[in-house]
């Protein structure tokens, strides 16, 4: 995926996974308006590529993202009120429904819409230097990109509630106990970790994971009925792909089957 140059990011490839990091390290990959923009093109690109078959997003230096840009936040006040939640509900939509694994490496600091972005992606593995917090009540706000819908499914609703009403921080041990993230390594292992389980993912029938996906991500607002029917069409779609007869054939053949992402 050959994206134009970009300023609050870096993309590049590692096989079939493509690494997306956030890079404003002097503000803890803090997130401003015009970043906003960037995030979203990108996403949205490794979306429609072929050949991005999981995605692996992390954060420079210290921090994995310290949220919105507070400073930006402070100075623009409400002169630009609809422009921020619109923008980043936009491009955090985007990430859940990715239709591509998502693997977040959180190396530090995930507060705020920081924290949510973690919580969009399929999987998170954090270093020992992790935090996480839903900080809005510390100033004086209510989530606004996803937390109250994201933290209760990943969490269940009464520690959502507590984590959310209080702004607390919790280190990552804390979080692995309760569920937020998967697995918790020492920072030099992050990264090599994360892009290990992304290529165990991208290794897979691509078109079939995607549609688990979204059937997972829909499952949290629809019936068993619904549901069953979506797995149906989801199967219909699968008969048509490269990587089901391959998976078919290999099952027959005994082996491992190699799959295509076609």
């Known amino acids: 995926m050959n994206s134009p140059a970009l300023t609050c990011c870096t993309w590049h490839m590692d096989g079939d996974v493509g690494v997306l990091t956030l890079n404003r390290p002097d503000r803890l990959n803090a997130i401003s308006n015009r970043d906003i923009d960037e995030l979203d093109r990108v996403i949205m690109r490794a979306g429609k590529d072929p050949a991005v078959r999981a995605v692996v997003i992390t954060g420079a230096g210290r921090g994995f993202c310290s949220g919105a840009d507070v400073k930006e936040w402070a100075a623009r006040a409400d002169a630009d009120e609809e ?132 059937n997972i991500r829909m499952g949290h607002t629809i019936g068993i009925e619904e549901a069953l029917r979506n797995e149906q069409r989801g199967g219909h779609a699968c008969v048509h792909t490269e990587d089901m007869a391959e998976g078919l054939r290999a099952a027959v053949e005994k082996r491992h089957p190699v799959f295509k992402g076609r």
């Open 83 to 214: 422009s921020w939640p619109a923008k980043m509900h936009r491009t955090i939509a985007r990430l859940y429904w990715l239709p591509k694994p998502v693997v977040a490496a959180v190396n530090g600091v995930a507060a705020g819409s920081g924290f949510d972005i973690a919580l969009t992606a399929d999987m998170r593995i954090a270093s020992e230097a992790a935090r996480f917090g839903q900080v809005y009540a510390q100033r004086g706000i209510c989530p606004d990109a996803g937390g109250s819908y994201l933290l209760p499914r990943v969490v269940g609703e009464a520690r959502a509630a507590e984590l959310i009403y209080t702004g607390r921080i919790i280190d990552a041990d804390e979080a692995l106990r309760i569920g937020v993230v998967s697995e918790v390594v020492p920072p030099e292992k992050l990264m090599d970790r994360a892009l290990e389980q992304a290529a165990v993912f991208a290794a897979g029938p691509t078109v079939a994971i995607g549609i688990a996906k979204q």
